[in-house]
Every structure is written in C-alpha cells, then in structure tokens.
C-alpha cells in the first residue's frame, strides 16, 4: 500500500500520528478564497475538523494548531457557539459545515476519512469593527472573502 502513497500522502498520515492534525492549505484563485482546514482532529480526539476560509494562510496554519493544541488539552468547540478564544479581541462563531460542501472545501479530509462521515466545524470571524458576515455593514467587498459553508442558527 506504500508504494501507492505520494509524499503528500505520506507528510498528512506522518503529522496526524506525530501532531495528531495535519493542517491543508488551499491558495486563492480565481474561483475562491483561499482557506484552510484541519486533518486528524475527529480521527484522534473525536472532535469536528475546523475550517476558516479568507484570511491569510500563515494566520490560518496559526490559528488551526492553537485550537488544535487547546482541544488536545480537552477544550471542545461546539457549533453555534461564540469563543473569544481564537481571535484577540473578537468572539469567532462555530457552524457545522454542511457535507454539500465537502467536495469543494474538504478533498484531503475526504480522501483521509475515505469518505464524508466526520464532522467539520467552520470558524467565522468578524471585520475589525465587530461586524460578521450575516449582519448589516459585512462590507460588500468581503462578500466573496469568507463564504458561511453551513447553517447559521442565529
């Protein structure tokens, strides 16, 4: 089975046992913004894979391994919640990614999990004034910046 593993494939198995996450990338384009979203999460700690979509990827790598580091100390992240735990100064919000969304968002995970059965939470942030995509003043040229990948239930 070896032979048939890439690199990659090897580096995302290799991160999951030693890290217990591996974190994807996914650069801008023109079809999207670029994102990023966890591997390995549900597999070691049964908890949901996290998504963001938007911000730079440094940020983004950044952000993943603190929740990551937060849950492997038992901090659980539950959907349709806020934290003011990933963003100094701002409350990030929770939804469970809806599976439609899967194939576009999540084909590393997809190939890991041999398929869609396992969770995905998508953290939203606000602008820097407070302001969340669903609410009156989101700037319309972030509209296309961080796509809601699941229901809201605000």
Known sequence: ?????????????????????HIVHVLADDKGPGFGFSIGLFHNFKHPEIIFIGLQQELIHSLINDIGEAIKSGKRFE????SPDIL???????????????ADYLGYAHWFYKGNDFPVLQCIYPTTKGVYPWQDGW???LKQTQPILGPLNI
């Open 1 to 21: 089975m070896d032979k048939e593993l890439t690199d990659g494939d090897k580096q995302v198995l290799s991160d999951i046992e030693q890290y217990g996450l």
């Open 79 to 82: 959907p349709f919640t806020y």
């Open 88 to 102: 100094e100064g701002f409350e990030c919000y929770f939804i469970p990614v809806d599976k439609t969304n899967y």
């Open 139 to 141: 700037p319309e040229r």
